[in-house]
C-alpha cells in the first residue's frame, strides 16, 4: 500500500527515522516535517528526510506521525480532531495520554492509533536518523474500541513497510510490561552513573558499556517518561528492590545456595529470552 502524503510532527531521531525508512521503501509519495525546534527541521529537510517543512500539518495528508515528546502528544492529537487523516503516535507511556483524550468531551479521535516501537537509541535529532531503525523491531499499537478499523489497518501497514512487526496490547498492558522492561532499566542505568567516578571510567569493560550506554539517553525525555508512568515504574522498582535484598543478604551471610540459586533462576531467564522470540505472535 502507498500513500499519497505523510506528515511527521517531531523530526528527531524516531520522526526522522520513519521519514528515511519510509523514502527508502517509495511508501510515500511526499513527506512534511513539522517541527518547533527550527534547527532540526532544517536539518531534517538538508538530510533529504523531508520534501519539505511547513508550519502545521497540512489539510491533504493522509499518515500523520506524532513524534513529539509524550507530555506533548494528547495535544497535538486533539489538535488535530477533524483532520481527516489517520493519527499514530510513538510515545513509550500510553494511558496518561489516552486518559487526556478521554477527558475531553469528544474523547479519543477514531482516526488516532496509539502506537509505540521498541527501538531508539541514545543519540537525538534529526542527525541520528537511521533508516534501518525498525527493522526487525516490535511495535506496540493499543487501539480502543471506538478505533476506525481502517486507520488501524494503515498504521499496520505504515509499521510492517519499515520492517516492524506489530502486536496488539491494551493501553494498561503496555504501560506494565514497558516499565520493566524500558524504564525501570533506564533509572537503574541512571542511578548506577552516580556512583562511577571520572577515573574509574577507563577501566569498563563491555559489560560496562552495556549496562550505562541508556544513561546516556536526553534526560528531560526520561524524566517526563518516567514521571508519566510513574505508579508502574515505581511497582517495577519495588520488585527490584527485593530481588536485589535477597542477593545482598546471600552475600551478608556467606549464603553461597541461595545466591546461586538466585543468579542461575536470572541467567536461565536471561538465555530463555535469547532463545526464543520475545513475541511469537506478532506479525510482520
Not at 519539505?52 to 500523520?64: Q, S
Not at 492509533?113 to 521498541?118: F, N, R, T
Amino acid at each position: 500500500m502507498r500513500v499519497q502524503k505523510i506528515a511527521i510532527l517531531g523530526v528527531g531521531l524516531i520522526g526522522g527515522s520513519l521519514a528515511a525508512a519510509w523514502r527508502a521503501s517509495q511508501f510515500a509519495g511526499s513527506i512534511v516535517g513539522i517541527d518547533a525546534d527550527s534547527n532540526a527541521a532544517q536539518s531534517a529537510l538538508r538530510a533529504g528526510l523531508v520534501d519539505e517543512i511547513m508550519p502545521r500539518v497540512p489539510a491533504d495528508a493522509d499518515l500523520i506521525a506524532v513524534c513529539t515528546s509524550a507530555t506533548q502528544i494528547a495535544q497535538c492529537v486533539s489538535d488535530l480532531r477533524g483532520h481527516g487523516g489517520v493519527i499514530f503516535d510513538v510515545g513509550s507511556v500510553k494511558e496518561p495520554i489516552i486518559q487526556a483524550l478521554e477527558d475531553h468531551k469528544e474523547g479519543v479521535p477514531a482516526q488516532f492509533v496509539p502506537a509505540h516501537p521498541i527501538a531508539g537509541s541514545e543519540l537525538s535529532g534529526p542527525k541520528a536518523a537511521q533508516a534501518a531503525l525498525f527493522e526487525g523491531a516490535t511495535v506496540i499499537i493499543t487501539p480502543l474500541e471506538n478505533t476506525a478499523p481502517a486507520a488501524k489497518q494503515l498504521v499496520r501497514d505504515a509499521w510492517c513497510d519499515v520492517g516492524a512487526s506489530v502486536i496488539e496490547l491494551t493501553p494498561a498492558e503496555h504501560d506494565e510490561v514497558l516499565a520493566v522492561t524500558s524504564h525501570l532499566p533506564h533509572l537503574l542505568s541512571y542511578a548506577f552513573m552516580l556512583q562511577v567516578e571520572d577515573q574509574q571510567m577507563a577501566f569498563g569493560g563491555g559489560g560496562f558499556r552495556d549496562f550505562t550506554r541508556i544513561a546516556g539517553a536526553n534526560p528531560d525525555l526520561w524524566w517526563q517518561i518516567l514521571s508519566l508512568n510513574k505508579d508502574q515504574v515505581l511497582g517495577a522498582a519495588g520488585h527490584f528492590e527485593s530481588n536485589f535484598k535477597r542477593l545482598i543478604e546471600a552475600l551478608v551471610n556467606d549464603d553461597r545456595d541461595a545466591g546461586l540459586r538466585l543468579l542461575r533462576d536470572a541467567a536461565g531467564r536471561r538465555i530463555a529470552a535469547a532463545s526464543e522470540s520475545l513475541h511469537p505472535g506478532a506479525d510482520k
